[in-house]
């Protein structure tokens, strides 16, 4: 049995692929309004009362967890459910509301045993699996950069918590940056660059940087909080540049031309569902985790994460 934390639009995403695969799932639900409307569309029961009152009932000990609730409460269930004994659980970036948290988080799952995987969806795009695909025809990555520019004009008018906001790079931006780094390699050593800051958040907004990946590929980064621009990955092989821009699309540029074309995707599940979560989940469910990055791994990510946000200067 599987059990799906929470019951707002990121349950509902899970939902519609657990029923695909047909997968037994309970749910448990806290807001009485986000219950309902997952209800009313999943036709699916939900244990109102949140995660503490469910435990209060000794259920049995489920094989598999999805645990997407808000950000600012991820932390408190996961530790929760592995109190509870619970070994295997997806958990939705970007796994707590600041790096203290992902510490915590971390070293409770070291000393329960539990295995936590990170549920960057990104990497589960048509357009990744393709770009992978290529790249390794093409003998390997050169050197690559990324862009993980935000609108903050459209994310002030959002209704997101004081917490959410602080962290903004923790939050969001990780999802191009982790992104870039699993297709390129990880850093080795970062030299990076900040400046500027929003009243609302806690690192800085402009930012600028480069290194080398520990396979020793070059890599740059840039992003403006203040100016235009979009989440952007590129990267370099022998043949050519690969772009992801939009991410979920993926164009080529031939050594030697200027022409930039669109490569054709078998979008069938990005189409079908919200894009990578059908193989995500199918990934996660078959315990396939040759994608899914642990939460080991993303606590360690943080030494570089904290040099890019310029958190802590």
Known sequence: MLWLVGTGSMALEYAKVLKDLKVKYYVIGRGKQSARRFNSITKTDVFLGGLSKFLRTNPVIPNKVINCVNIEKLKSTSLELMNYGAKNILLEKPGGSSIKEINELNKHSKRSGADIRIAFNRRFFASTQKLKKLIKQDGGVLSFNFDFTERTDLIEKEKKSKQVLKNWFLANSTHVVDLAFKIG?????????????????????LFCGSGKTKEGRLFSYHANWHSGGRWSVEVFTLRGRYILCPLEKLFFQKRGSFDIKEIPLNIKFDKKFKPGFYLQTRSFIKSINDDLLSLSEYNGHMNYYKKIAGYNR
């Open 185 to 205: 390699g990880l850093p080795d050593h970062i030299t990076s660059h900040v400046s500027n800051k929003h009243s609302w958040n806690n690192s800085s907004s």
